[in-house]
C-alpha cells in the first residue's frame, strides 16, 4: 500500500498522529527492552489489516499487540502455522511485538490446540490465555474441579515442554474462575512457570465487590499477565442491573489498590488493556463499523495515557 493511500485508510494524520516516518518501513524492532509491555487487545482493532495495525499501534505508543487467535479472532487457528508467524513479521516492521495470544484452548489432547501453542513457541510468544471452562450441572462443584484439576496439570506439562505460559483469565459469570477462590483449587499443585492466571481486575470486583483483595492475595503466586479495563453498575432498557464498561478511571475499580497489589508480585510480564466499551462495534471484533476510527484512536490513547500515568504514580516501571 502506498503511504499517501496509508494514511487515508487508517486516518492517522487526521487524528493529529501524522506518520512521521520514525516507524514507517522499519525492518526490526526498535530493540527497546520492556519490563512490562502494554498492549491492545486487539478484538478491538480487527477492521484494520496486520500492516495498518501495527502503524496504528505504534502511533498511539503501545508497546504490543494481544492477538486473538480463535474462531472469529484476527487468526484463525486452521492457518496460524503460516498466519501468527507473518503476523509477528509484520507488527515488528513497526516496532510493535506480539508478546502474548489470546486463544480458545481447554483441551491439551487436541491436536488444534497443540498446533496453535507451537506455533506460538516458534514465533516466540511466551504468553496465551486460555479458554474458558464451566461447571456441569450434573456434577458437584468439586467433581467439576477435580476434573479441571486434570487438564490444569496436562496443559502445564505441554507448555513446560514448549516453554511458554499459559494463563486462565478470571471472568465475571458463572464460569470457573468468576469466584477466583476455586482457581486455587485448580492451580495449587501446578508450576507457576507454565500456567496461572491472567488476572482480570475489572471481572474481579465485579464479582467479589470490596472482597476482591482477598482473592487477588489468594492466587498471587500464579498471577503473570493481567487485563485492565473498567466499569459501573447501571440499568439496562429492562431496568434491570447489569456491568456497564467505562474508560479507564471512570468506573468502581480502584486502581491505585490494585496496582499496589499488583507492585508486590514483582511480575514482569505484558500487560493487556482492553477496550470494551462503546466503539461502533469495534469492541466485539467487527470489521464494519459504525463510530469513525478517529474516535476509536483517541478512547485507545486516551486509556494508554491514563494508564501509564496510574502506574507512574505508584511507581511500577513499565
Known amino acids: 500500500m502506498k503511504r499517501r493511500r496509508f494514511i487515508q485508510t487508517t486516518g492517522l494524520s487526521v487524528a493529529g498522529l501524522s506518520l512521521s516516518g520514525s516507524t514507517w518501513g522499519t525492518s526490526e524492532a526498535n530493540g527497546k527492552t520492556v519490563k512490562r509491555p502494554l498492549c491492545v487487545f486487539t478484538k478491538c482493532l480487527q477492521f484494520l489489516t496486520m500492516d495498518e495495525m501495527g502503524e496504528v499501534l505504534a502511533q498511539l505508543g503501545f508497546d504490543g499487540a494481544d492477538i486473538p487467535v480463535r474462531a472469529g479472532g484476527q487468526i484463525d487457528p486452521s492457518n496460524v502455522k503460516t498466519e501468527l508467524p507473518q503476523a509477528v513479521k509484520t507488527l515488528r516492521k513497526y516496532g510493535v511485538e506480539i ?14 490446540s497443540v498446533a496453535t501453542l507451537q506455533a506460538m513457541a516458534d514465533s516466540g510468544i511466551n504468553y496465551y490465555r486460555m ?16 476434573d479441571h484439576r486434570r487438564t490444569f496439570e496436562k496443559l502445564a506439562k505441554l507448555n513446560e515442554r514448549l516453554g511458554i505460559h499459559g494463563g486462565y483469565q478470571n471472568h465475571s459469570g458463572i464460569h470457573v474462575g468468576a469466584p477466583v477462590w476455586d482457581l486455587y483449587d485448580l492451580l495449587k499443585d501446578v508450576d507457576p512457570r507454565f500456567l496461572g492466571v491472567q488476572y482480570d481486575i475489572r471481572h474481579a470486583v465485579t464479582e467479589g465487590g470490596y472482597s476482591w483483595i482477598l482473592g487477588m492475595k489468594r492466587i498471587a503466586p500464579w498471577i503473570r499477565t493481567v ?4 466499569f459501573v453498575w447501571g440499568r439496562n432498557a429492562k431496568g434491570h442491573w447489569r ?11 480502584s486502581f ?63
Open 227 to 230: 487485563d485492565i479495563k473498567d
Open 256 to 318: 491505585d489498590e490494585f496496582l499496589t497489589e499488583y507492585a508486590s508480585l514483582n511480575a514482569e510480564a505484558p500487560i493487556s488493556i482492553h477496550y470494551e466499551y462503546d466503539l461502533g462495534g469495534a469492541e466485539t471484533g467487527k470489521k464494519t463499523i459504525t463510530m469513525d476510527r478517529i474516535k476509536i484512536y483517541n478512547y485507545l490513547k486516551k486509556d494508554l495515557d491514563w494508564f501509564k500515568n496510574a502506574m507512574k504514580k505508584n511507581r511500577i516501571e513499565t
Open 131 to 146: 479458554g474458558w471452562l464451566g461447571y456441569e450441572p450434573s456434577k458437584s462443584i468439586q467433581q467439576n474441579l477435580d
Open 243 to 253: 456491568h456497564q464498561n467505562v474508560p479507564l478511571g471512570e468506573g468502581m475499580v
Open 99 to 112: 508478546p502474548m495470544i489470546v486463544t480458545a484452548i481447554t483441551d491439551p489432547d487436541n491436536p488444534d
